[in-house]
């Protein structure tokens, strides 16, 4: 496999990415055939397909991104994929997904979006921070805008994606003030909340987002309210969802904690019926209590 790697034919590359990706789901791949993959010249030459530029085969680089993913996925040795610099190269490649969205209206963009957005997600949470600010130098304020580019055309044209980017902004912002705080640079509280109604998979992930933001302190909170965050939230409550309401619960609670005049606010929007409809759930009358007193007594 390695040494059809090598080969000029772009059909062979295809065949031998789709080949590698069906070994790599193998029962065995975990044991037997990622730790023999990952001691070859496989992943720099995979790598380096996946490099932006006016070489990159859509079709071949949908095939190693999906192997890539599943190499992630087995977690035998993603430390040796970063250190042969996969975040890097998947951070630019995010960003030449972005380019590509806004030139053009190519329906196979979605392709490889998705394995690229798994592939960081899910190497993201291994990384740590210092890796992941030494490998992902395009900037916070672009890796994030390239992603909201993705997430507003996965709006439009495929919104089972959504969650997809959504996983990789909550793993980006989960750790990272800085991330957090291009976020807020870039105005991109308005276009997460326009997002809530999508689905209750996406109303709790966007929800966690925001959770992640404003766990960073009082200075974050400040960029959430005033605004139209709590309207939403009213939104948010209203629905019977307990996953959907429990995280709706989880942002006001840190909302109250570093802006006590939100909780106020919340008091002036009706907020106390809302939580009213919530005080009888098992898993939620506990928080449900909690709010109330903090929205009353501040």
Same mark, same amino acid.
């Given at each position: 496999?390695?040494?059809?790697?090598?080969?000029?034919?772009?059909?062979?590359?295809?065949?031998?990415?789709?080949?590698?990706?069906?070994?790599?789901?193998?029962?065995?791949?975990?044991?037997?055939?990622?730790?023999?993959?990952?001691?070859?010249?496989?992943?720099?030459?995979?790598?380096?397909?996946?490099?932006?530029?006016?070489?990159?085969?859509?079709?071949?680089?949908?095939?190693?991104?999906?192997?890539?993913?599943?190499?992630?996925?087995?977690?035998?040795?993603?430390?040796?994929?970063?250190?042969?610099?996969?975040?890097?190269? !998947?951070?630019? #490649? +995010?960003?030449? $997904? *972005?380019?590509?969205?806004?030139?053009?209206?190519?329906?196979? %963009? &979605? @392709? =490889?979006?998705?394995?690229?957005?798994?592939?960081?997600?899910?190497?993201?949470?291994?990384?740590?921070?210092?890796?992941?600010?030494?490998?992902?130098?395009?900037?916070?304020?672009?890796?994030?805008?390239?992603?909201?580019?993705?997430?507003?055309?996965?709006?439009?044209?495929?919104?089972?994606?959504?969650?997809?980017?959504?996983?990789?902004?909550?793993?980006?912002?989960?750790?990272?003030?800085?991330?957090?705080?291009?976020?807020?640079?870039?105005?991109?509280?308005?276009?997460?909340?326009?997002?809530?109604?999508?689905?209750?998979?996406?109303?709790?992930?966007?929800?966690?987002?925001?959770?992640?933001?404003?766990?960073?302190?009082?200075?974050?909170?400040?960029?959430?309210?005033?605004?139209?965050? !709590?309207?939403? #939230? +009213?939104?948010? $409550? *209203?629905?019977?969802?307990?996953?959907?309401?429990?995280?709706? %619960? &989880? @942002? =006001?609670?840190?909302?109250?904690?570093?802006?006590?005049?939100?909780?106020?606010?919340?008091?002036?929007?009706?907020?106390?019926?809302?939580?009213?409809?919530?005080?009888?759930?098992?898993?939620?009358?506990?928080?449900?209590?909690?709010?109330?007193?903090?929205?009353?007594?501040?």
């Amino acid at each position: 496999m390695a040494a059809c790697m090598q080969s000029p034919h772009l059909p062979v590359l295809e065949a031998l990415g789709y080949a590698l990706s069906q070994l790599l789901q193998a029962k065995e791949a975990p044991e037997n055939i990622i730790p023999s993959v990952l001691g070859s010249t496989l992943p720099q030459h995979m790598l380096q397909l996946l490099q932006p530029g006016p070489k990159l085969n859509p079709g071949i680089a949908v095939e190693f991104a999906w192997c890539l993913h599943y190499i992630i996925c087995s977690q035998v040795n993603n430390a040796l994929l970063i250190t042969h610099g996969a975040l890097s190269t !998947l951070g630019l #490649l +995010l960003l030449d $997904l *972005a380019g590509a969205v806004q030139r053009t209206e190519n329906a196979g %963009l &979605e @392709l =490889l979006a998705c394995p690229v957005l798994r592939c960081l997600s899910n190497l993201l949470t291994e990384a740590a921070v210092e890796t992941i600010d030494g490998q992902m130098q395009h900037g916070d304020e672009r890796i994030l805008a390239a992603l909201f580019i993705l997430l507003q055309f996965f709006f439009e044209k495929q919104p089972s994606l959504l969650p997809e980017g959504l996983w990789l902004l909550n793993n980006l912002t989960a750790n990272s003030p800085s991330f957090c705080t291009s976020l807020l640079s870039l105005d991109l509280t308005e276009p997460l909340l326009k997002l809530l109604p999508v689905s209750n998979v996406v109303s709790v992930l966007v929800l966690t987002v925001l959770c992640n933001v404003a766990e960073k302190g009082p200075a974050y909170c400040q960029h959430l309210w005033p605004g139209p965050l !709590l309207s939403s #939230l +009213l939104d948010m $409550l *209203a629905l019977s969802d307990t996953e959907v309401v429990g995280q709706s %619960l &989880e @942002l =006001l609670q840190l909302l109250f904690l570093y802006r006590p005049e939100a909780g106020h606010a919340f008091m002036q929007q009706s907020g106390l019926q809302a939580l009213e409809r919530h005080k009888e759930e098992a898993q939620l009358q506990d928080r449900v209590h909690a709010l109330q007193q903090k929205a009353l007594h501040g």
